[in-house]
């Protein structure tokens, strides 16, 4: 079985900064892509950032210059540098992991998300 287990959600006031961690653990052989979606309260999950298993970044326009995407591939660990945080930003955040088990099937796994507010 993966699981994957995020921390570091909570309330912060506009202007501040979060960092949210995800780290995948269990029958893992290797991991390529991990990312973080988000859903807000009445609409649709969204992409906000991915980073392959090389380090290359891609951002959702409205996290540009604002969020960083990182990740310890040692630690199976993603991470999301969250600044400059905005009302909007307020959501569920859930990160995934395209990955390979132990037993050769991929998997695509999810975090069971977490809640970050941002008080205006």
């Known amino acids: 079985q993966v699981q994957l287990v995020e921390s570091g959600g909570g309330l912060v006031q506009a202007g501040g900064s979060l960092r949210l961690s995800c780290k995948a653990s269990?029958?893992?052989?290797?991991?390529?892509?991990m990312g973080w979606y988000r859903q807000a309260p009445g609409k649709q999950r969204e992409l906000v950032a991915t980073i392959t298993g090389g380090g290359s970044t891609d951002y959702a326009d409205s996290v540009k210059g604002r969020f960083t995407i990182s990740r310890d591939n040692a630690k199976n660990t993603v991470y999301l540098q969250m600044n400059s945080l905005k009302p909007e930003d307020t959501a569920v955040y859930y990160c995934?992991?395209?990955?390979?088990?132990?037993?050769?099937?991929?998997?695509?796994?999810w975090g069971q998300g977490t809640q970050v507010t941002v008080s205006s």
């Open positions: 995934y992991a395209d990955l390979l088990a132990t037993t050769g099937a991929p998997y695509d796994g």
């Open positions: 269990g029958s893992i052989f290797s991991i390529d892509a």
